[in-house]
């Protein structure tokens, strides 16, 4: 059916800010869905309350509403515009409730607007526990025993009847919110007052559990038609008991037999064919029993998921841009397969290489959390990797997350006694991959780690394996480590620095990357096409892996390397840009924005633009935002083989935070041009001791301050500078391990905290100024004019990070001298540091003079949130003033702004029970939402003041 010419304007309801549960997956869908329906002609108008995302620029909707997901905000919208139909499938949980509650208040028949993508009677069968288990009843199709429970005695009458273990699921929750395992009677009324509390309608399923048992997912699309295709089938790493937010996820399936695979497909289409009269996306999940097969329905979702963002960019297929099509009236035959450009969308992807997907933790910023994985998702972020067998995407998917992994494996660090060692494994913790390999090093049988795990015997042989070409590196050193044996190495994963430290001579990482350039034994560049190279693919969208050295040195390994087919035809060159990684506290989806804006100015400018990063939440990794995307870790050796073969103008750090700024070193060393700020100048702003250094000479007032490398020097220049002090260390993001202490006693403890996570980093002691005001500004310079984007005034006193701070814009309270004052420093500071591009400078004012905290030589968690609030894209201008493509003079600057613009921080101390909700100088929140408010009048501004009029005056 051709497309439905009465739907011309769609409003897309976005998910909100990032909190646990419910990351940047849901607006990489939503922004793919509004191109989707703008290339159609289909006007889009789009909600949502999160700044920090690409989703709610102006350029991806044809209006964009920063407002609060609420019923309130939907009417305002509708009395302004002539919407015809809602797609509320690309907002995740939240956008479905917020459709589901316009629709009982009759919001969506008062204004004539149409549910597309869904429908309500498929949210209640989807959503509600009770009628979902009594459908899958009426199909025929296996649940595990249960019954849904809407107060807390008939909770505690129904799990007598079912036996303990038990699984808590409340109804309308994502990422498991409320929900929980309940192995005894002792733990049941916490577990049964928590889930009925989460649920917005005060509903549990009291389920048995099936622990153990192996989980698989399934992404379907169907059309109007009733074709459904299965786009791509995950397991679980992990078995039934984690969350699928916390497992880690393998793609293709790698233990399923075909008769079960079958079963589980012919079982899946039959439930979205039965689930409703719509046309879009779906997520169906099942356990299945190892021993005999047998299969339950766990749940199904109708509407994109986290794993619809990983199955995109496993596959290369745009799930979310073909379920919007199919939502306004496309069929799937009638939609091109976007990676081939020529097939039809109608097709099920065949991968000819390993996805591997690891989740990413933050239990480091909530002491004290429970760091059990269970049924309530607990990561902050995930990485992808891929490659040609799970050994070597295993390992690149461990190099990928940003926790100093060099490869599978704790080197240098002490093991556990191998009797511990099997008992922690038997409870889920986000370091199991890493403690299992650790029990196999140990010689702890595979069959053990199987009965400990519940994990499958496939994948601890995978690990085996690589445990055992680890053991034989050991044997050898640098100069006598076999041709055959580095080769085996790099095919299965080992990175250059992680060969290093097993073997522990001092060979470098440099000399085996050379010693095996001299082999032909380097990476070559594979196409994720979607079907295994039957047809041919257009998309460039690459991997790295290795094939043997003797087919790679033919043509210097040129003819092997796929990403040769797609290289552009632009005089200027090719420009990298390095992504962020994975979503974790303090470096979130703000500096995708950033990167995805890099890269749209680097096109307009006439240069190739190219992206590296592994994070398959976000749109920067979308397979048509750059003109090739490098789906590799944001790593050193990844990103130095990337730079050898595209030999690229120069790389931009300056937009994926610190994850790319600590890679600037090695490229200045290397001779690569860095594009914006060089990296001496970067360096002076990152080091602690010599930014301050730099305040002294230019006569800018900065806290006290001393630097150290040990516990006794920290104590004299603590005495130098007067307690309380702030201890932090150098080149860190989100305030990570800074502590504010009183005393000697306090202070040696941080300090050893700080040398047992971060050795040898320089660690920096400053005077804390209590009792006084924060401040922020925002700026670009090109050499020659200086702009102050904004300036921000932090609600919050001193002590607690920005990036949890309340943060108003413009100053509301800050004198105009004090104003002034900001900028004239922040221009001294740019000019002396000879800035290209971006800079945030955090202030502290206390009676009448401003000081200096520190500044960032790069684009800040705020700089999306004042383009936004201005409306003004600055994230293209300080591109192309970075790649010397425009002058601030040539350029005017209108800032529309009414009023105030709020950035108010989001947290997830839900997913935390018990923990420490206190606010300090390490960043706790996830995500943000912007306000609008007229004037300093609006009730909410007053209730945020008066909180920080209680907390100055303590």
Same mark, same amino acid.
């Given at each position: 059916m051709?497309?439905?010419?009465?739907?011309?304007?769609?409003?897309?309801?976005?998910?909100?800010?990032i909190?646990?549960?419910q990351?940047?997956?849901?607006?990489?869908?939503?922004?793919?869905a509004?191109?989707?329906l703008?290339?159609?002609?289909v006007?889009?108008?789009?909600?949502?309350?999160?700044?920090?995302?690409?989703m709610t620029?102006?350029?991806?909707?044809?209006?964009?509403?920063?407002?609060p997901?609420?019923v309130?905000?939907?009417?305002?919208?509708l009395?302004e515009?002539?919407?015809?139909?809602?797609?509320?499938?690309?907002?995740?949980?939240?956008?479905?409730?917020?459709?589901?509650?316009?629709q009982?208040?009759?919001?969506?028949?008062?204004?004539?607007?149409?549910?597309i993508g869904?429908?309500?009677k498929?949210?209640?069968?989807a959503e509600d526990?009770?009628?979902?288990?009594?459908?899958m009843?009426?199909l025929?199709?296996?649940?595990?025993?249960?019954k849904?429970?809407?107060?807390?005695?008939?909770?505690?009458?129904?799990?007598q009847?079912?036996?303990?273990?038990?699984?808590?699921?409340?109804?309308?929750?994502?990422?498991?919110t409320?929900g929980g395992?309940?192995?005894?009677?002792?733990?049941?009324d916490?577990?049964?007052?928590?889930?009925l509390?989460?649920?917005?309608?005060?509903?549990?399923?009291?389920?048995?559990?099936?622990l153990?048992?192996?989980?698989?997912?399934?992404?379907l699309?169907?059309?109007?038609?009733?074709?459904v295709?299965?786009?791509?089938?995950?397991?679980?790493?992990?078995?039934?008991?984690?969350?699928?937010g916390d497992?880690?996820?393998?793609?293709?399936?790698?233990? @399923?037999s075909d008769?079960?695979?079958?079963?589980?497909?012919?079982?899946a289409i039959?439930?979205?064919?039965?689930?409703?009269?719509?046309?879009?996306?779906?997520?169906v999940?099942?356990? @299945?029993?190892?021993?005999?097969?047998?299969?339950?329905a766990?749940?199904?979702?109708?509407?994109?998921?986290?794993?619809?963002?990983l199955a995109?960019k496993?596959?290369?297929?745009?799930?979310a841009?073909i379920?919007?099509?199919?939502?306004?009236?496309?069929?799937?035959?009638e939609?091109?397969?976007?990676?081939?450009q020529?097939?039809?969308a109608?097709f099920e992807p065949?991968?000819?290489?390993?996805?591997?997907?690891?989740?990413?933790?933050?239990?480091?910023?909530?002491?004290g959390a429970?760091?059990?994985?269970?049924?309530?998702?607990?990561?902050?972020?995930e990485?992808?990797?891929?490659?040609?067998?799970?050994?070597?995407?295993?390992q690149?998917?461990?190099?990928?997350?940003?926790?100093?992994?060099?490869?599978?494996?704790y080197?240098?660090?002490s093991?556990?006694h191998?009797?511990?060692?099997?008992?922690?494994?038997?409870?889920?913790?986000w370091?199991?991959?890493?403690?299992?390999?650790?029990?196999?090093m140990m010689?702890?049988?595979?069959?053990?780690?199987?009965?400990?795990?519940?994990?499958?015997?496939?994948?601890?042989y995978?690990?085996?394996?690589?445990v055992?070409?680890?053991?034989?590196?050991?044997?050898?050193?640098?100069?006598?480590?076999?041709?055959?044996l580095?080769?085996?190495a790099?095919?299965?994963?080992f990175?250059?620095?992680?060969?290093?430290?097993i073997i522990?001579?001092?060979?470098?990482?440099e000399?085996?990357?050379?010693?095996?350039?001299?082999?032909?034994?380097?990476?070559?560049?594979?196409?994720?096409?979607?079907?295994a190279?039957?047809?041919?693919?257009?998309?460039?969208?690459?991997?790295?892996?290795?094939?043997?050295?003797s087919v790679?040195?033919?043509?210097?390994?040129?003819?092997?390397?796929?990403?040769?087919?797609?290289k552009?035809?632009?005089?200027?060159?090719?420009?990298?840009?390095?992504?962020s990684?994975?979503?974790?506290?303090?470096?979130?989806?703000?500096?995708?924005?950033?990167?995805?804006?890099g @890269?749209?100015?680097?096109?307009?400018?006439?240069?190739?633009s190219?992206?590296?990063?592994?994070?398959?939440?976000?749109?920067?990794t979308?397979?048509d935002?750059?003109?090739?995307?490098?789906?590799?870790?944001?790593?050193?050796?990844?990103?130095?083989?990337?730079?050898?073969?595209?030999?690229?103008?120069?790389?931009?750090?300056q937009?994926g935070?610190q994850t790319?700024?600590?890679?600037?070193?090695?490229?200045h060393e290397?001779g690569i041009?860095?594009?914006?700020?060089?990296f001496?100048?970067?360096?002076?702003a990152?080091?602690?001791?010599?930014?301050s250094?730099?305040l002294r000479?230019l006569?800018?007032?900065?806290?006290?301050y001393?630097?150290a490398?040990?516990?006794?020097?920290?104590?004299?220049?603590?005495?130098?500078v007067?307690?309380?002090?702030?201890?932090?260390?150098?080149?860190?993001l989100?305030?990570?391990?800074?502590?504010?202490?009183?005393?000697?006693e306090?202070?040696?403890?941080?300090?050893?905290?700080?040398?047992k996570?971060?050795?040898?980093?320089?660690?920096?002691?400053?005077?804390f100024?209590?009792r006084?005001?924060?401040?922020?500004?925002?700026?670009?310079?090109?050499?020659?004019t200086?702009h102050?984007?904004?300036?921000?005034?932090?609600?919050?006193p001193?002590?607690?990070?920005?990036?949890?701070s309340?943060?108003?814009?413009?100053?509301?309270?800050?004198?105009?001298?004090?104003v002034?004052?900001?900028?004239?420093?922040?221009?001294?500071?740019?000019?002396?540091?000879d800035?290209?591009?971006?800079?945030?400078?955090?202030?502290?004012?206390?009676?009448?003079?401003?000081?200096?905290?520190e500044?960032?030589?790069?684009?800040?968690?705020?700089t999306?949130?004042?383009?936004?609030?201005?409306q003004?894209?600055?994230?293209?201008?300080?591109?192309?003033?970075? @790649?010397?493509?425009?002058?601030?003079?040539?350029l005017?600057?209108?800032?529309?702004?009414?009023?105030?613009?709020?950035k108010?921080p989001?947290?997830?101390?839900?997913k935390?029970?018990?923990?420490?909700?206190?606010?300090?100088?390490?960043?706790?929140?996830?995500?943000?939402?912007?306000?609008?408010?007229?004037?300093?009048?609006?009730?909410?501004?007053r209730?945020?003041?008066?909180?920080?009029?209680?907390?100055?005056?303590?």
């Amino acid at each position: 059916m051709p497309k439905d010419n009465s739907i011309k304007t769609v409003l897309i309801i976005g998910s909100g800010p990032i909190v646990i549960g419910q990351a940047c997956e849901f607006d990489y869908s939503g922004t793919q869905a509004s191109r989707s329906l703008r290339e159609e002609g289909v006007k889009v108008i789009l909600i949502n309350s999160n700044p920090a995302t690409i989703m709610t620029d102006p350029m991806m909707a044809d209006r964009v509403y920063l407002l609060p997901l609420t019923v309130e905000s939907i009417e305002q919208i509708l009395e302004e515009n002539q919407i015809d139909a809602v797609l509320p499938t690309m907002g995740g949980q939240t956008a479905l409730n917020l459709a589901k509650e316009a629709q009982e208040l009759g919001v969506w028949e008062k204004y004539n607007v149409r549910l597309i993508g869904v429908d309500i009677k498929a949210i209640d069968k989807a959503e509600d526990r009770e009628k979902f288990r009594q459908w899958m009843i009426e199909l025929g199709i296996s649940v595990a025993p249960a019954k849904t429970a809407n107060s807390f005695l008939e909770g505690k009458e129904f799990a007598q009847e079912i036996g303990f273990p038990l699984v808590i699921r409340p109804s309308y929750t994502l990422g498991g919110t409320g929900g929980g395992f309940v192995h005894s009677k002792e733990f049941l009324d916490e577990a049964l007052n928590r889930g009925l509390s989460a649920s917005p309608i005060h509903e549990v399923l009291v389920e048995k559990a099936v622990l153990g048992w192996k989980e698989f997912e399934l992404e379907l699309l169907r059309d109007s038609a009733n074709n459904v295709a299965i786009i791509c089938t995950v397991e679980n790493f992990d078995p039934m008991g984690v969350h699928t937010g916390d497992s880690i996820t393998v793609a293709p399936a790698m233990t @399923l037999s075909d008769t079960a695979f079958q079963l589980m497909r012919n079982t899946a289409i039959r439930m979205m064919r039965d689930l409703g009269n719509f046309a879009g996306g779906c997520n169906v999940q099942f356990a @299945l029993n190892p021993q005999t097969e047998e299969i339950i329905a766990i749940e199904i979702n109708p509407r994109v998921s986290r794993s619809s963002a990983l199955a995109s960019k496993a596959t290369g297929y745009p799930i979310a841009k073909i379920a919007a099509k199919l939502a306004i009236g496309y069929n799937l035959d009638e939609l091109k397969n976007q990676i081939t450009q020529s097939t039809s969308a109608y097709f099920e992807p065949t991968l000819d290489y390993v996805i591997v997907k690891v989740p990413r933790w933050n239990f480091d910023k909530f002491k004290g959390a429970n760091d059990t994985l269970g049924l309530q998702m607990k990561s902050v972020g995930e990485v992808m990797s891929i490659g040609r067998n799970f050994t070597e995407a295993i390992q690149k998917a461990c190099q990928s997350l940003e926790n100093e992994a060099v490869g599978l494996g704790y080197y240098g660090k002490s093991l556990m006694h191998s009797d511990e060692i099997v008992e922690y494994l038997k409870t889920p913790k986000w370091d199991r991959l890493f403690r299992i390999k650790d029990a196999l090093m140990m010689g702890v049988s595979v069959k053990s780690i199987c009965e400990a795990t519940r994990i499958d015997r496939w994948f601890i042989y995978q690990i085996q394996e690589i445990v055992n070409i680890e053991n034989k590196i050991a044997k050898y050193n640098g100069d006598t480590l076999p041709d055959e044996l580095l080769i085996e190495a790099k095919h299965n994963g080992f990175s250059d620095e992680q060969i290093c430290r097993i073997i522990k001579d001092g060979t470098t990482d440099e000399e085996i990357y050379e010693r095996r350039k001299k082999m032909g034994l380097t990476r070559v560049y594979k196409m994720v096409d979607t079907c295994a190279a039957e047809f041919e693919a257009k998309t460039p969208y690459f991997y790295s892996s290795f094939e043997a050295p003797s087919v790679a040195s033919k043509g210097n390994g040129v003819i092997h390397n796929e990403s040769q087919f797609n290289k552009k035809a632009k005089s200027k060159g090719s420009i990298i840009v390095l992504g962020s990684g994975p979503n974790r506290i303090g470096q979130g989806i703000e500096f995708d924005y950033c990167c995805v804006h890099g @890269l749209m100015a680097i096109k307009e400018a006439g240069y190739e633009s190219i992206m590296v990063n592994c994070n398959p939440e976000t749109v920067s990794t979308d397979f048509d935002i750059a003109d090739k995307l490098y789906f590799e870790p944001v790593f050193w050796e990844h990103l130095w083989e990337i730079v050898v073969y595209e030999k690229p103008v120069g790389v931009i750090v300056q937009l994926g935070g610190q994850t790319a700024l600590k890679l600037a070193k090695r490229l200045h060393e290397k001779g690569i041009p860095i594009i914006g700020t060089s990296f001496d100048s970067m360096d002076i702003a990152e080091d602690r001791g010599r930014f301050s250094d730099l305040l002294r000479d230019l006569n800018i007032p900065y806290p006290k301050y001393g630097t150290a490398y040990n516990t006794d020097e920290a104590i004299e220049v603590a005495k130098e500078v007067g307690y309380p002090v702030l201890v932090r260390p150098s080149y860190v993001l989100g305030g990570q391990r800074m502590r504010i202490v009183l005393n000697d006693e306090e202070l040696e403890k941080g300090v050893l905290s700080l040398l047992k996570h971060l050795p040898g980093n320089k660690i920096l002691i400053d005077h804390f100024l209590d009792r006084c005001q924060e401040a922020e500004v925002d700026a670009i310079y090109d050499g020659e004019t200086f702009h102050v984007m904004g300036v921000m005034e932090h609600i919050e006193p001193a002590g607690i990070h920005s990036g949890d701070s309340n943060a108003v814009l413009p100053a509301f309270n800050l004198s105009p001298m004090e104003v002034t004052t900001m900028e004239f420093y922040s221009e001294k500071i740019a000019r002396a540091l000879d800035i290209r591009g971006l800079i945030n400078i955090q202030f502290a004012i206390k009676d009448g003079t401003v000081y200096v905290i520190e500044a960032n030589p790069r684009a800040s968690r705020t700089t999306p949130f004042i383009a936004k609030a201005y409306q003004i894209p600055y994230l293209n201008i300080a591109t192309k003033v970075m @790649l010397g493509e425009v002058k601030l003079k040539d350029l005017s600057f209108k800032k529309n702004l009414k009023g105030f613009a709020i950035k108010e921080p989001v947290f997830s101390f839900d997913k935390f029970p018990g923990v420490n909700k206190e606010l300090g100088p390490e960043m706790k929140s996830t995500g943000e939402a912007i306000r609008f408010i007229k004037d300093l009048r609006d009730p909410y501004f007053r209730t945020l003041y008066k909180e920080r009029s209680m907390h100055l005056s303590k």
